[in-house]
T-cell receptor, first 114, second 115 residues
C-alpha cells in the first residue's frame, strides 16, 4: 500500500526567497508523481507531473524532482511571491487494473510573507 | 469552460437529510473519480468509473453513499441520511486513459456542511 508523507505541515518564507517542499513515498514502483496546488476552500490545480522515467520537470519558477530509489520528490519554488501562498499536495497513482486512484499526502501549507 | 464542473459549490443540510452532488467531467474523458477531503487532510479516494461502469469503491463509501454515471457522461454522488461526519469537500476528477496512466483534472469541489 502506497503511503505519501509531506513534511513540514506548514512553512512561512519571506518574499523573494527560494524554497523546497518535500514529499516522501513508500512504494518506489510508482507510475508518476504529481504536484498540486490548493487555495483555501478550492479544488486542486495540477502544477507538475513527473513520469517514473524522468528525474525532473520544470514549469516557470517551479521545478519538481523525483528520486525513486530514496522514495522522495521535491518541489522547488524560485523567487517566491505572495501569490504562491497555498497548500501544496503531492500524489501518486496506485494502478490496480487500470484504476489510477491517487494517494495524496496531507500537504504543506505555504505562506509567503511580503 | 471546458474543465471539470461540480455543482453545487456549497451545500448546507440538516442531519438525516439526503443530498446529491453532480460532476460534469471534461468532454470525452473516459474515467471519473470521486474523492473526499476533510480539513487539514489530503483527498481520499471514494470511487471510480470507467465510462458508465463503477469499477471500484473504497471502504470509506458506506451503504449510505451511492454514485452513478449514466451513459458515461456526468456523474452524481448521493448521500442518504447525512451525518455530521459526512461534512467535507467532495472532489471530482476526470482523465483520459488509453492504455497508460492519465492525468487527473480536478473540479472546484462541493463543500458539504451537515448541521
Amino acid at each position: 500500500k502506497q503511503e505519501v508523507t509531506q513534511i513540514p505541515a506548514a512553512l512561512s518564507v519571506p518574499e523573494g526567497e527560494n524554497l523546497v517542499l518535500n514529499c516522501s513515498f513508500t512504494d518506489s514502483a510508482i507510475y508518476n508523481l504529481q504536484w498540486f496546488r490548493q487555495d483555501p476552500g478550492k479544488g486542486l490545480t495540477s502544477l507538475l507531473l513527473i513520469q517514473s522515467s524522468q528525474r525532473e520537470q520544470t514549469s516557470g519558477r517551479l521545478n519538481a524532482s523525483l528520486d525513486k530509489s530514496s522514495g522522495r520528490s521535491t518541489l522547488y519554488i524560485a523567487a517566491s511571491q505572495p501569490g504562491d501562498s497555498a497548500t501544496y499536495l503531492c500524489a501518486s497513482p496506485v494502478s490496480n487494473f487500470g484504476n489510477e486512484k491517487l494517494t495524496f499526502g496531507t500537504g504543506t501549507r505555504l505562506t509567503i510573507i511580503p | 469552460d471546458t474543465g471539470v464542473s461540480q455543482n453545487p459549490r456549497h451545500k448546507i443540510t440538516k442531519r438525516g437529510q439526503n443530498v446529491t452532488f453532480r460532476c460534469d467531467p471534461i468532454s470525452e474523458h473516459n474515467r471519473l473519480y470521486w474523492y473526499r477531503q476533510t480539513l487539514g487532510q489530503g483527498p481520499e479516494f471514494l470511487t471510480y468509473f470507467q465510462n458508465e461502469a463503477q469499477l471500484e469503491k473504497s471502504r470509506l463509501l458506506s451503504d449510505r453513499f451511492s454514485a452513478e454515471r449514466p451513459k458515461g457522461s456526468f456523474s452524481t454522488l448521493e448521500i442518504q441520511r447525512t451525518e455530521q461526519g459526512d461534512s467535507a469537500m467532495y472532489l471530482c476528477a476526470s482523465s483520459l486513459s488509453e492504455g497508460g496512466v492519465g492525468i487527473q483534472y480536478f473540479g472546484a469541489g462541493t463543500r458539504l456542511s451537515v448541521l
